[in-house]
DNA sequence: TCTGGGGTCCTAGGACCC
DNA sequence: TCTGGGGTCCTAGGACCC
């Protein structure tokens, strides 16, 4: 095998429409009839069978719009704690492998099969293995792309769809990249690739012959240094053997928030107030358990035209007491000064985590003296800034 | 009946410090 | 007087990914 079969070790494995597939493995009745997995009265798609993509529905479009397109499609809820079980399934199938995976989400990883050919033959051997494991133990189907990088491995297994295999050899890296679109790249969305579009850059190749100067005036110089990398299939990253955090073992988070669109668009502040408290509750009840606390409050406001503002204030020390989190995000909300507009959604989010060890313990326990005389604090600054109505909804905990 | 929810990263300006 | 140049923190917005 040798040199060619080793420079080509990372495996892209990516579920073929994984929510629907999981949705329908048990079920005969939908295997045959166009699925999609969403629901809800103002979501969007999160998965479609094969069928249903037939009539033009795709993930994250609004399910209005995919209904009208297929109205005689099943709709089926998620059932995440399913997908879950399945995803952990898989990901030990591919741990058999190798111990290098690294796991992207529920539904896709890369693997580095380098140490494993001896054992287990090419690297395109293993991934048809693989995929068999997978259909044979889970019921459902996946895609692999097999390359020497791993965004071209995660190109490949687009191609490779669905329930196929795709090998992209060192030296076709670039005759396999060049005549794709550069949205196909990764970090290149909707916004991107219409800016390159309008300069006239529509495929890989045409980003790759770009100096790489003008890529960067023209989209930034970290965006720009990246596509022209990713175009030539330069990027080295190597795979970092990985769990995703909701998981356990992955990298601690930045961030926790939470967020909900209302059932219907609402100006009304208690209704408001009450959900932030809502929110606030679950993130700190989440934030508890990862033990972290942090020190940057945000609220996000989405208005009924869809225009979404962010606030934020950054506190002087972490911090998982809902009480206090709760109190800056409406001092946020209230600075915003609304009168009657009609929101869509409102989110609260604590960015800056730490781990609840390395913070005073005081403050973050919320034990009852310096616990609530750092409320009270709390109090005063927001009502020397914003005035007491700020701090007259704290009084919903009670 | 348009347009979820969970995140990450980048950019850019101003404040502030040395 | 003609005006430095980092570096870091904070905030807001935006793009992107799954």
Redesign the pocket.
């Known amino acids: 095998m040798g040199d060619r079969s080793s420079a080509c070790s990372i495996l892209h494995v990516d579920m073929d429409a994984f929510y629907a597939s999981v949705a329908t493995r048990d079920r005969p009745d939908l295997q045959d009839v166009p699925v999609i997995v969403g629901g ?5 798609v ?1 998965s479609a069978n094969y069928l249903a993509r037939q009539y033009g529905v795709r ?2 479009m ?4 995919a ?1 009208r397109l297929c109205p005689q499609a099943v709709v089926v809820p998620p059932d995440y704690d399913l997908f879950g079980q399945v995803s952990s399934s898989v990901m030990e199938n591919f741990r058999r492998v190798t111990p290098l995976v690294e796991v ?5 990883a890369f693997l580095d099969v380098r140490g494993s050919v001896r054992r287990l033959g090419t690297p395109l051997q293993i991934a048809e293995q693989l995929r068999a494991t997978v259909h044979d133990e889970q019921g459902v189907t996946c895609s692999v792309g097999v390359a020497s990088s791993v965004s071209v491995a ?1 190109l490949a297994s687009r191609r490779a769809k669905p329930d196929g295999v795709v090998v992209v050899p060192p030296e076709e890296v670039t005759s396999f990249l060049h005549p794709l679109d550069v949205g196909e ?9 219409a800016m390159l579009h309008r300069l006239g850059l529509i495929t890989v190749g045409d980003v790759a012959h770009t100096p790489l100067r003008t890529l960067q005036r023209a989209v ?4 720009g240094a990246h596509l022209h990398a990713l175009a030539w299939g330069t990027d080295r990253r190597a795979i970092v053997a990985r769990n995703v955090s909701a998981f356990g073992g992955g ?1 601690p ?9 209302f059932g219907r668009d609402t100006d009304d502040r208690e209704v408001i107030l009450r959900e932030m408290l809502r929110l606030t509750a ?1 993130v700190t009840s ?1 934030m508890r358990v990862a033990g972290v606390a942090g ?2 409050v ?1 609220i996000t406001v989405r208005f009924a ?2 225009t ?7 506190l002087p020390e972490a911090t998982d007491v809902t009480q206090e989190i709760y109190r800056t995000a409406t001092g ?1 909300y209230d600075a915003l000064g609304l009168q009657r507009a009609r929101l ?2 409102v ?1 609260v ?1 604590v ?2 985590l730490v781990p609840r060890g390395t913070v005073h313990r005081q403050l973050v326990l919320g034990e009852r003296e310096r616990g609530w005389s750092d409320a009270d604090r709390a109090v005063d600054r927001v009502t020397l800034r914003f005035g007491s109505a700020a701090v007259r909804p704290a009084s919903l905990l009670s």
């Open positions: 809800g009265h103002r979501g969007v999160l993930s994250a609004p399910n209005t719009r209904r992207l989400s529920m539904d896709e995660k790249l990764y970090g290149v969305g909707e916004k991107t690739q930034g110089e970290g965006l990298d988070d930045k961030s926790m928030g939470a967020q909900e669109t679950k989440r020190r940057t945000a035209d869809f979404t503002i962010t606030r934020s204030r950054t946020l869509r959604l989110g989010r960015e800056g």
